[in-house]
């Protein structure tokens, strides 16, 4: 019933700018913390950022000071600010969020990817 609509990949030359958002919507009270994931091809997935309910932020090594992520003032959305792009960031990026429902049940949901693709 929560679910998440990640938008804004796309192709994007290197050294460019994207922004990507994550819209929670659903029987939601809360959301304890959004964030970002990605997995390129061939590989596993990783951890890009993460924002908490208190504003906290982390940022996978890879990506530290070149992505920065944001909330909205109804915290059912985040945003992922891409800057400075390489090729290796290359990848499906998954949108994460552990919620708690209406009911007070807690749950971990992803979104179903957007691709983002860095070329010349």
């Known amino acids: 019933q929560v679910r998440l609509v990640e938008s804004g990949g796309g192709l994007v030359q290197p050294g460019g700018s994207l922004r990507l958002s994550c819209a929670a919507s659903?029987?939601?009270?809360?959301?304890?913390?959004m964030g970002w994931a990605r997995q390129a091809p061939g590989n596993q997935r990783e951890l890009v950022g993460m924002?908490?309910?208190?504003?906290?932020?982390n940022y996978g090594n890879s990506v530290k000071g070149r992505f920065t992520i944001s909330r909205d003032n109804a915290e059912n959305t985040v945003y992922l600010q891409m800057n400075s792009l390489k090729p290796e960031d290359t990848a499906v990026y998954y949108c994460?969020?552990?919620?708690?429902?209406?009911?007070?049940?807690?749950?971990?949901?992803w979104g179903q990817g957007t691709l983002v693709t860095v070329s010349s």
């Open positions: 924002i908490a309910s208190g504003g906290n932020t």
């Open positions: 994460n969020a552990m919620v708690v429902e209406t009911s007070g049940r807690y749950r971990e949901i």
């Open positions: 659903g029987n939601i009270f809360s959301i304890n913390r």
